[in-house]
C-alpha cells in the first residue's frame, strides 16, 4: 500500500522563477492539502483540495496555487518566488468526512531552495 | 483562530526513561488532536491521536492525554529508546475540515 509520493525531492531555483510541485496520495484517500514547512518550525497549512476544488486556504499570497485532478493528486505551483519561499513543502492527504476531522498522512516532502 | 503552544522545545532524557510533552490549544470547538514524529530528511508521521470523547489513549509505549477544560494535552513515552530521537509536534484543527495548526516543535533525544 504506497503512501503519499512527492516529487521532486529537491528543487532549486532563482527569484522570480515559478515551480510546481506534484503529489500522489496514500491510496483510498481523496483529499489533498499542502503545508509549507520552515527550517525548525512547524508546517503552516496553505490550502485543501477536495473534488478538484479549492475547500480551504491558509495566510498564503495568491502567488501560491493548486490544482487536483481525477485521480486525486495534485499539484502546487508558486509563482514570482521570493527567497523566503525557500522551505519544506508537504503534502498530506486524508479521506474526507464532511466536517469531522480525519488522520492526515504527510509524504516526505520537496525541498525548495531559492537562490 | 487556533494558536498552538508546545513545551518544551528540547527534551533529553536516559534511555529506559519516560518523555512527557506538553500542548496547550486556544479554540474550545477543537475535537481532535494528532501527534506527528518527524526525522531528518523525513515528512512528519502520525505516530497518535485522540478525540474530544476521550480523556486518553494507548498504543503500547505511547500515550496521549486530553483535558478539555485546561485546554491542554500531553504525549508520554515510556521505556525511551534512542530510536525515538526525533522532533515530535502536536497539531489541533482550525474550524472545521482539517485545517491542522501545528506546534513549534520538540527535538526529542534519548541518550544511550
Known amino acids: 500500500d504506497a503512501g503519499v509520493t512527492q516529487s521532486p525531492t529537491h528543487l532549486i531555483k532563482t527569484r522570480g522563477q515559478q515551480v510546481t510541485l506534484r503529489c500522489s496520495p496514500k491510496s483510498g484517500h481523496d483529499t489533498v492539502s499542502w503545508y509549507q514547512q520552515a527550517l525548525g518550525q512547524g508546517p503552516q497549512f496553505i490550502f485543501q483540495?477536495?473534488?478538484?476544488?479549492?475547500?480551504q486556504r491558509g495566510n498564503f499570497p495568491d502567488r501560491f496555487s493548486g490544482h487536483q485532478f481525477p485521480n486525486y493528486s495534485s499539484e502546487l505551483n508558486v509563482n514570482a518566488l521570493l527567497l523566503g519561499d525557500s522551505a519544506l513543502y508537504l503534502c498530506a492527504s486524508s479521506l474526507r468526512s464532511g466536517d469531522y476531522n480525519q488522520p492526515q498522512h504527510f509524504g516526505d516532502g520537496t525541498r525548495l531552495s531559492i537562490l | 483562530g487556533e494558536n498552538v503552544e508546545q513545551h518544551p522545545s528540547t527534551l533529553s532524557v536516559q534511555e529506559g526513561d519516560s518523555a512527557v510533552i506538553k500542548c496547550t490549544y486556544s479554540d474550545s470547538a477543537s475535537n481532535y488532536f494528532p501527534w506527528y514524529k518527524q526525522e531528518l530528511g523525513k515528512g512528519p508521521q502520525l505516530i497518535i491521536d485522540i478525540r474530544s470523547n476521550v480523556g486518553e489513549k494507548k498504543d503500547q509505549r505511547i500515550a496521549v492525554t486530553l483535558n478539555k477544560t485546561a485546554k491542554h494535552f500531553s504525549l508520554h513515552i515510556t521505556e525511551t529508546q534512542p530510536e525515538d530521537s526525533a522532533v515530535y509536534f502536536c497539531a489541533a484543527p482550525l474550524g472545521y475540515g482539517n485545517k491542522l495548526v501545528f506546534g513549534a516543535g520538540t527535538i526529542l533525544r534519548v541518550k544511550s
Open positions: 483540495y477536495y473534488e478538484e476544488e479549492e475547500r
